[in-house]
């Protein structure tokens, strides 16, 4: 069964600290993962996508990282700011989008305090 | 910011009711779809459309109808909603380039309460 799961479920973090969340899959085959930030109320937001062969992406403060053969991801945030709050949801695609579908974590819940 | 849009974002109504959810997409995208989240849980996918008058039903079982008449349009209607109905429904749009890389644009979502 194709399954995303995330660790930890939520997270409290001081404000300027570092985190890391993470991501472990059983889909097969694969196609390429992505970390969404979802904000509360609001739809989800891309932040990075990796594929097979891409180990490491970053985005601003934000670096994820994708091992294949574990098949394990993670989600590092650097200096953390207060607008970080939010439900970060991991999503594996089987296949390419045309003919993929997304499977998609229970998020980990960030609450980031001054 | 994506230029997709749901309304509307807050609705309850009763046992009964026949509703609409709103989505449209200024992006020119082919691909739309509904998903329904629960608080804590993740996103299930109810319905998607790869273009004009086309519609899927999908992982998740929905007593939900679609229909996509327009490229831009893709909205939801219950005919009588019940209180299993209550949930957030996301709306999301994505290019139909074939790329592995697509990435699905969310909407701001709609959180129906049914009482």
């Known amino acids: 069964k194709n399954q995303v799961e995330q660790s930890p479920q939520s997270l409290i973090i001081l404000e300027g600290k570092n985190c890391t969340l993470q991501?472990?899959?059983?889909?097969?085959?694969?196609?390429?993962l992505r970390w969404y930030k979802q904000d509360t109320g609001r739809g989800p937001v891309s932040l990075t996508i990796?594929?097979?062969?891409?180990n490491t992406k970053s985005n601003g403060r934000y670096t994820a990282t994708l091992d294949a053969d574990t098949k394990q991801s993670s989600l590092h945030i650097t200096a953390s700011q207060l607008s970080d709050s939010a439900s970060y949801i991991c999503?594996?695609?089987?296949?390419?989008?045309?003919?993929?579908?997304?499977?998609f974590g229970r998020g980990t819940q960030l609450t980031v305090w001054p | 910011e994506a230029d997709i849009y749901q309304t509307p974002r807050y609705l309850v109504i009763g046992t009964g009711k026949k509703i609409t959810l709103e989505c449209s997409q200024t992006?020119?995208?082919?691909?739309m779809y509904w998903y329904q989240q629960d608080p804590g849980m993740e996103l299930h996918l109810i319905h998607y459309?790869?273009?004009?008058?086309?519609?899927e039903k999908g992982d998740l079982s929905s007593e939900s109808t679609v229909s996509r008449i327009r490229t831009e349009h893709f909205p939801l209607t219950l005919e009588s909603a019940r209180p299993s109905h209550t949930s957030q429904y996301l709306c999301?749009?994505?290019?139909?380039?074939?790329?592995?890389?697509?990435?699905?644009?969310f909407g701001p979502g709609t959180r129906l309460t049914v009482l």
């Open positions: 990796m594929t097979f062969s891409e």
């Open positions: 999503v594996v695609s089987d296949r390419g989008s045309t003919l993929g579908r997304l499977y």
């Open positions: 991501c472990n899959y059983t889909v097969s085959p694969f196609s390429n």
């Open positions: 999301a749009s994505s290019d139909s380039g074939g790329r592995d890389t697509d990435t699905q644009y």
């Open positions: 459309s790869y273009g004009v008058n086309s519609t």
């Open positions: 992006m020119g995208h082919d691909k």
